[in-house]
């Protein structure tokens, strides 16, 4: 499906470069030339979906060495996962309508991996509970404060989603959604966002798109995905499905790339042709590259005082992308900046509290 995606604007710091751009409006005012609108009245409908742990966090000065002790500076236990720390944050916006579903245990044992977001107005209803777990999946993870590393360790016994349960709960969602604000906003959701995990998640997405093409509200609709891990079974087909693509600095190592830049420009070769792509590299920044235009963008990371927790910096860079490109009607520039800004601001502060407050709205 093409998009046509708003790659500057006066407010954009991000810098960018670009060669052969044809039929690209850089000054649309209102609903943004990307196809991402900003609804100063009715909210954005957001929808995500992933897996969720507890996390287990450690902090320790420095990594240990194998075969040693050694005490932690701090520990601390919260509710983890990829896609639901980007959904908490998102939810912090009251332009955003936030919805998040997800493989659950028991109703018991979930309470306290729910709480934070359903605080934060995130709506949990799209998520499947299996009573027969008693324990929710668990993250151990080692954050070095001096590297600002994360390692992580983690164990689940819970099923992934299904087909079936998400067409289920999607189309529920949907229902819910267009009680209040389909006929003001057209559509029950704008961004529908996913974890790469597999196959599944491809047939997801093909249901999606079927029923946003039968309603005729594709155009409307960004597809994105999440490509964090690249040894995740058939997470390469997900490549031509998305519209935003979200590389991690892992994932591009792991195919042999030392250079973002250079990463994105090679595997855009596999994406969708009209895709905009991103790819995070830690205390260096991020990339983007606008496929359709051969557009690239660069952001350094915000300035922080000090390390303290690292912990969800890539969700947080996910959320701000999200928000600058779904909700705020920002260009890709500004919405890079945004991400890193937001990334850099995690990595500052425990958890992710209030986040949205600490950031300037002028970026």
């Known amino acids: 499906m093409h998009k046509v995606f708003k790659l500057h604007s006066k407010m954009s710091s991000a810098t960018s470069s670009q060669t052969s751009i044809s039929g690209v409006s850089s000054g649309a005012s209102g609903a943004s030339a990307n196809g991402f609108h900003s609804s100063p009245g009715p909210r954005a409908g957001i929808f995500l979906v992933g897996a969720t742990y507890l996390d287990t966090i450690m902090h320790v000065h420095t990594f240990p060495h194998e075969d040693a002790k050694q005490r932690a500076e701090r520990v601390e236990q919260r509710r983890g996962g990829n896609a639901a720390n980007t959904a908490e944050i ?3 916006d009251p332009r955003a309508k936030v919805w998040y579903m997800s493989s659950m245990p028991s109703p018991t044992a979930s309470k306290i991996l729910l709480r934070a977001l359903e605080e934060n107005n995130v709506k949990t209803e799209p998520c499947v509970f299996h009573t027969e777990q008693l324990s929710p999946p668990q993250a151990y993870i080692i954050s070095a404060l001096d590297s600002g590393t994360r390692t992580v360790i983690s164990h689940s016994t819970l099923p992934d989603l299904t087909l079936e349960e ?22 029950p959701f704008r961004w529908i966002h996913f974890e790469g995990r597999g196959a599944d998640v491809c047939k997801m997405i093909d249901y999606v798109e079927s ?5 005729g509200w594709r155009q409307k ?5 999440e490509f964090e891990k690249g040894d995740r079974p058939g997470i390469k087909n997900l490549l031509q499905q998305a519209d935003v693509c979200f590389f991690s600095k892992l994932y ?6 030392d250079r973002p830049e ?12 009209s895709a905009t792509l991103f790819c995070c590299w830690g205390a260096m920044g991020a990339v983007g590259l606008h496929l359709e235009s051969r557009t690239s963008f660069s952001s350094g990371a915000g300035k922080i005082d000090m390390v303290v927790d690292p912990v969800g910096a890539g969700d947080a860079f996910i959320a701000g992308v999200i928000l600058s490109l779904g909700v705020r009607g920002y260009d890709i520039g500004r919405g890079l900046r945004f991400g890193c800004e937001l990334a850099s601001q995690k990595c500052s502060q425990y958890g992710f509290k209030r986040i949205l407050k600490s950031i300037p709205t002028d970026i």
């Open 252 to 257: 591009a190592e792991t195919l042999g790339f």
């Open 262 to 273: 250079d990463f994105l420009s090679s595997i855009g070769d596999y994406c969708k042709p």
């Open 211 to 215: 029923v946003y093409i039968r309603q």
């Open 90 to 92: 998102l939810g912090q």
């Open 166 to 187: 998400f067409i289920i709960k999607f189309d529920a969602a949907c229902m819910r959604a267009g009680v209040s604000d389909l006929v003001q906003m057209n559509i």
């Open 221 to 225: 609709l960004t597809i994105s995905v």
